[in-house]
């Protein structure tokens, strides 16, 4: 069948707003996480535990997708979230992925006292809300499922 895109037929017409709609949902998506990296110390340059020389970054820290905030949020997420999205002693002292480290020990915070706009104190060294080594049996257990590095 011989579509026109001069003259849409009946069905096209109808895709153009849902096109429009998962496009926006995109954007949205991509666009509001990069609001919360300024609201933890090193959120902008978690290291990917997937990267055997943590060379990557994984940008979408609160989620089990490096790149997109999709639905599947970590731990740590569901911990930011019940701060409020605040960087608090609370959740800094937390170990939400429960690897045994704590998430300021595992974003350069170790002491609990960075502040938004602040520099902190080190670098991140490992990622808050995927327990590493993340093919180990531990994490993945506490993974929730996530335990797969592309190869
Ligand atoms: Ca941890």
């Known amino acids: 069948?011989?579509?026109?895109?001069?003259?849409?037929?009946?069905?096209?017409?109808?895709?153009?707003?849902?096109?429009?709609?998962?496009?926006?949902?995109?954007?949205?998506?991509?666009?509001?996480?990069?609001?919360?990296?300024?609201?933890?110390?090193?959120?902008?340059?978690?290291?990917?535990?997937?990267?055997?020389?943590?060379?990557?970054?994984?940008?979408?820290?609160?989620?089990?997708?490096?790149?997109?905030?999709?639905?599947?949020?970590?731990?740590?997420?569901?911990d930011f979230m019940k701060s409020n999205k605040t960087w608090t002693r609370e959740l800094c002292n937390l170990d939400s992925d429960g690897d045994g480290k704590i998430n300021g020990e595992e974003l350069g915070d170790p002491s609990c006292d960075w502040t938004p706009g602040k520099k902190p104190k080190g670098p991140a060294t490992n990622h808050p809300g995927i327990c590493e080594p993340v093919d180990s049996g531990m994490c993945k257990r506490l993974n929730q499922g996530f335990n797969l590095c592309p190869k």
């Open 1 to 78: 069948m011989l579509v026109s895109y001069n003259t849409p037929n009946k069905c096209m017409k109808m895709m153009y707003p849902a096109h429009i709609l998962a496009l926006c949902v995109v954007i949205v998506n991509v666009c509001c996480h990069e609001e919360h990296q300024k609201l933890i110390p090193n959120g902008n340059n978690v290291p990917n535990p997937c990267s055997k020389n943590q060379t990557s970054i994984w940008r979408a820290v609160g989620h089990f997708n490096p790149d997109h905030g999709d639905v599947d949020i970590n731990s740590f997420a569901k």
